[in-house]
């Protein structure tokens, strides 16, 4: 027999005794049916993520971004599907949870990054959110809800769909609602992603395990999102006999892992020092604003605020502060959202035009002057700080004024004005406050609730 005939019969005999791992058996998992095409995902997933980067706050740390961006990419490598564009950021929250919007944007908290003991471990919780963007999980999802609403149509516009079925950034949203045979996909391609990747699955299983034993708040969403799998571990170690065995040469710990979790404790707690350190005068500051929203929905208006805040409802308003936002019964820190009805007709002085002789007779202009005036008149110190600004509210025109005033707190503050008027003339307003030196780290949350605002009238 000549030689090479003679190695090709002893690498196949060696194949078929199991010497060589078993190539080419790897489970071959198929998205679930889809009335949306991969560019749809993106586009819905880019819609879900302009919405959600409204209500969160992202960790603003290069060296934090660049690490998960990295990392992510190299496991995107090995993703099964359509090349989407994915995108990975942190959110700086220190509950653990992961998500992942369709088309590729994908979100993993400070809090999950710290949960995690190594890299493959981190490594692993990523790589099931890229699988969900892999199988096309989230679009699949909303496919099956749109047919079980009565349509029958093969295509569908997203904005069509994300209407009638009212989706838009939340946590128990239609995209992110996964089913179990779902998740046992997305261990099944993350083990090969993973494997691919050189990184052991198994420590997949290791962080969700340590996620489970958490029984702690910080836990809860991930848990919510991801249903537990009693036979997740089985599922993942009989993926990877699939593979061949564990390679001999897996990928170890990372010292760029553990940096990047010393800086974003370091974050976390330069955040704390700077929004809870003693103020100017004297007293604590008000609880710094969760970035987890939650939602309220009054008569009339809904709109998203910080979790650790608290909304009253008076008659005529609605108050949304922290705990500490009150001084003798005064808001010092959080925003009012009220009405207003402008007199008709009515074209007094414009306390926020460039001129003195100006006079703006528009109407959502002349309510807003309105308005001030009144303010005004129990507010003797309130006075205009800045010319209108241009913005929208719920697809509606507004005005945004920045007013000054007395602090309870002693010192100046910001009141921060923003006005929609109504089909019906009545002037919905919305008013932030906090001591003029503190504003600055408030605007965000105050920027959140407005962009949130929808009006039910």
Sequence with gaps: MPKILTKTALVLALVSMGVFPALGQRTNPRPAWNLFSPQQDTEMGRALADDAERTIQLVDDHNANVYIDALGKQLVAHAPGTRFSYQFKIVNDDAVNAWALPGGYIYVTRGLINAAESEPQLAGAIAH????VAMRHGTAEVSQEYRNRGSNSNRVSVNDAMNTLNIRFERDAIPLKYSRDEERQADVVATQIMYDTGFDPMQMTQMF??????????SGDFSNAHPDLSNRTANVRAELRNLGGLRRNVRGDSPDFHSVKDRLVAFNNDNYNNNNSPSVYGRDRADVPSSRMVLYTGRDVEFRYPDNWRVSEETDS??????????NGMLAYGMTVASFDP??????RNSFSNSPNRVDTTTLSNATNQLIDQLQQ???NLRVLRDTERRRVDGAQAMVVRLSNDSPLG??????????LRPNGMLRYFVAVAPDNEFNRYQQTFEQIISSAHFLD
Excluded at 318 to 327: D, F, L, M, N, T
């Design 318 to 327: 609605i108050s949304v502060a922290p705990e500490q936002g009150y001084i």
């Design 209 to 218: 395990q340590r996620i489970t034993d958490d029984r702690s708040y910080r």
């Design 411 to 420: 010192g100046a503050e910001t009141d921060w004005l923003v006005t929609v």
């Design 129 to 132: 959110e890229i699988a969900h």
């Design 343 to 348: 007199q008709r007709n009515s074209y007094g």
């Design 378 to 380: 129990s507010n003797p």
